[in-house]
């Protein structure tokens, strides 16, 4: 079975641009979460879909935003980027409704210059 | 914020010895997860121990859970230079999501 891709591995934007990353998750798994990883807030917890549905929603501006398709792959945007935001953006799946093991891509690394 | 806080935030040891790392966290939990990463990589799942369980081993991995304490520590044993990576704990609090120590980074010397 492939394991979670993500694309691009590697983005470098300017600051108030606007940034769409990609996640398919492993066959499957109807559940997609997305995290955060700075090396000043560790992981931190973006959004999470399951058969197209938002279930939970972490601590950040509207700026980021994300879906999930039918497929189950799924998007994230961040709009008007700020310095900020610069990270390394994970994405993972899990087949079951409950988190008992999550299955992560190798993640895109954001730079905002 | 962070749910977890992981203890010590880096540790070097030499290549045999063991490794044993500390995750407390603040809310009660339905399971707590360890996962390994290897630098700028994504994280790859190593053991889940259940709110109702006390202890388990996997290999060279032996996770204990104290729920009246909310903490829980990760043991490897006959470390390898391969066990070189940084170790998070996660939790689920049933909220669908899994909430993150801040990791411990853990260098095998050979």
């Known amino acids: 079975k492939a394991g979670v891709t993500q694309t691009p591995r590697y983005l470098i934007k300017t600051r108030g641009q606007q940034v769409t990353l990609s996640c398919s998750p492993i066959?499957?798994?109807?559940?997609v979460s997305w995290y955060q990883q700075t090396p000043g807030q560790g992981l931190q917890f973006l959004f999470e879909y399951f058969s197209e549905t938002q279930r939970n929603k972490g601590n950040f501006p509207g700026r980021f935003s994300g879906r999930q398709f039918s497929n189950s792959r799924s998007e994230m945007n961040v709009s008007t980027l700020e310095l900020g935001d610069s990270a390394l953006y994970l994405c993972?799946?899990?087949?079951?409704?409950?988190?008992?093991?999550?299955?992560f891509g190798s993640g895109t690394q954001l730079s905002v210059l | 914020s962070q749910q977890g806080e992981e203890d010590p935030q880096a540790l070097s040891i030499q290549e045999g010895e063991n490794a044993t790392m500390n995750c407390s966290y603040k809310?009660?939990?339905?399971?707590l997860q360890w996962y390994r990463q290897n630098s700028g990589r994504g994280l790859v799942h190593l053991i889940l121990?259940?709110?109702?369980?006390r202890e388990k081993h996997s290999g060279r991995l032996r996770v204990t859970l104290d729920t009246s304490k909310k903490s829980s520590s990760l043991l490897i044993t006959a470390s390898r230079a391969a066990d070189t990576a940084s170790y998070f704990c996660?939790?689920?609090?049933?909220?669908?999501?899994?909430?993150f120590g801040a990791g411990t980074t853990v260098t095998v010397r050979a």
């Open positions: 993972a799946s899990s087949y079951s409704t409950g988190f008992e093991k999550l299955f």
């Open positions: 996660a939790t689920d609090s049933n909220d669908y999501k899994l909430s």
């Open positions: 809310t009660s939990i339905n399971n």
């Open positions: 066959s499957g798994h109807r559940s």
């Open positions: 121990i259940r709110s109702n369980e």
